[in-house]
Nanobody
Framework: QVQLVESGGGLVQPGGSLRLSCAAS????????MGWYRQAPGKQRELVAA???????NYADSVKGRFTISRDNAKNTVYLQMNSLKPEDTAVYYC??????WGPGYFGSWGQGTQVTVSS
């Protein structure tokens, strides 16, 4: 069974930074692109960043230039470095493996997510 465990969220002021981590089971991590999703209150879950097994990255326009996705294949871990955070980045952040590199489908089961709150 695929397991995804997110961590690193918290409360940060606008303009601040956070680094999220996602530990994934090896069966999914080694063969698939991995991505970070977020879901804000009252909104649909959206994919904001993805990285292929080879290291190619893709970002939603809303986070491009501010967020950086990376992966450590030896640790089966994917990261999301979030800089210049805005209140509209407030959401629960999840990781998963988007089908075809950018979805809309995905391979894994959703974890608990990690809450990111951007507020002064």
């Amino acid at each position: 069974q695929v397991q995804l465990v997110e961590s690193g969220g918290g409360l940060v002021q606008p303009g601040g930074s956070l680094r999220l981590s996602c530990a994934a089971s090896g069966s999914i991590f080694s063969i698939n692109a991995m991505g970070w999703y977020r879901q804000a209150p009252g909104k649909q879950r959206e994919l904001v960043a993805a990285i292929t097994s080879g290291g190619s990255t893709n970002y939603a326009d809303s986070v491009k230039g501010r967020f950086t996705i990376s992966r450590d294949n030896a640790k089966n871990t994917v990261y999301l470095q979030m800089n210049s955070l805005k209140p509209e980045d407030t959401a629960v952040y999840y990781c998963n493996a988007p089908q075809g590199g950018w979805g809309p489908g995905y391979f894994g089961s959703w974890g608990q997510g990690t809450q990111v709150t951007v507020s002064s």
